[in-house]
Every structure is written in C-alpha cells, then in structure tokens.
T-cell receptor, first 110, second 114 residues
C-alpha cells in the first residue's frame, strides 16, 4: 500500500513551459485534491475532485488545470508556467474525514 | 467564509517544557478540526482530529488538543517537548459535509532548545 505518490519530486521550468504533476493513490479514495504551499501562507487549495469525472476549483485555481479520468489518478497541469507558480505542491486524498498527503513536488519557475 | 488563524508564527521552547500552539477558526457550525505536523522537506502527517464527542482529543506522539466551542479554538498541547518535535504545525478546518476540503492556517514553526 503506497498511499499517495507524487512525481516528480523536483522540477525546474522556464517561464512559458508546460508540465504535468502526477498524483496517484491506491486507497480507492473518491476525494482527491491539490494544494500549494508558500512560506507564511500555509496550504492553499488549487483544485479538488469528489470522484472520477468530477472536478472543481479551490481557492487559487488560476493557471492550473486538472482532470480525473480514474479514481486512482489526479494530474495537475500547468499550461504556461509563471514565476508566481514557484511553490511546493502537495497532492492529497481523503477517506472522508481528513487528508492523506503525498511527499510533495518542489517546482521552480525561472 | 471559513478561516483558520494561528497567531504564533514561530515559537521556541526548551526541551522538556510544556507546549501549547494556538488555533482559532471561523465557521458557522461545528466543523471538522485537524492538526498536522510537517518536518523539513517532508509531507504533512496527521497528529489528531476532532469531529464530535469528547472535546479533548488524543493524538500521536503524545499530543492532545481541546475543542472549545465558546472560544472557536482548537489548541494543541504537549506536556513535555522532545527535540524531535521541532517542525511546522498546521491547524485545519473542514466543513462537516466535506471532510476532505481542508482550509489551513498559516502554520506555527516550533523550535526546541536543548
């Protein structure tokens, strides 16, 4: 049982490049979400999903896209990276009460 | 709108001393409440959670938290801090019907003096 797995762990992008952060969970949780963590701001919700085919925006969705084609996977796409998207990104899944987090992806946009 | 406030950005305590980290929330009804801990470069680990019932909740690593509805608070406590407790601590709230949609406070960084 691997829990929540995020790849890659580190990434450097140039402004304007696109990329996808991968997230997979093997706990059969319906609920999955993406957060970004910035110093002094805690974790802020980007997008979340309550099941395959259903996604919704969180607090800071601009510049990010998501899709949920399977229960296991919830990728986060940056279509045109900007320096303001430099952050640590956490994927999480929920059994209904609370979240189980992945180890994070540290993204730097130069 | 829901919100969580952790008034202390950074706290330093001596090893063996007691600890209390403050958390205040804003929510119309009784929410789900959580405390998470994050060691440097790591993900977040759940320390404890409150949904209903006994307002004093026990967690892992010797931590406990008390829900006080009248003060909209959910403070985290530990009677005797160990050097390994140095980390960042996050309080979070979720609506009762959306237990996975957590809103986090800004975090409190704990340093432990020998």
């Amino acid at each position: 049982n691997a829990g929540v797995t995020q790849t890659p762990k580190f990434q450097v992008l140039k402004t304007g490049q696109s990329m996808t952060l991968q997230c997979a969970q093997d706990m059969n949780h319906e609920y999955m979400s993406w957060y970004r963590q910035d110093p002094g701001m805690g974790l802020r919700l980007i997008h979340y999903s309550v099941g395959a085919g259903i996604t919704d925006q969180g607090e800071v969705p601009n510049g990010y896209n998501v899709s949920r084609s399977t229960t296991e996977d919830f990728p986060l796409r940056l279509l045109s990276a900007a320096p303001s998207q430099t952050s640590v990104y956490f994927c999480a899944s929920s059994p209904g009460q609370g979240l189980i987090f992945g180890q994070g992806t540290r993204l730097t946009v130069v | 709108a829901q919100s969580v406030t952790q008034p202390d950005i950074h706290i330093t305590v001596s090893e063996g001393a007691s600890l209390e980290l403050r958390c205040n929330y804003s929510y119309g009804a009784t929410p789900y409440l959580f405390w998470y801990v994050q060691s440097p470069g790591q993900g977040l680990q759940l320390l404890l959670k409150y949904f209903s019932g006994d307002t004093l909740v026990q967690g892992i690593k010797g931590f406990e938290a008390e829900f006080k509805r009248s003060q909209s608070s959910f403070n985290l406590r530990k009677p005797s801090v160990h050097w390994s407790d140095a980390a960042e601590y996050f309080c979070a709230v979720a609506p009762w019907n959306q237990g996975g949609k957590l809103i986090f406070g800004q975090g409190t960084e704990l340093s432990v003096k020998p």
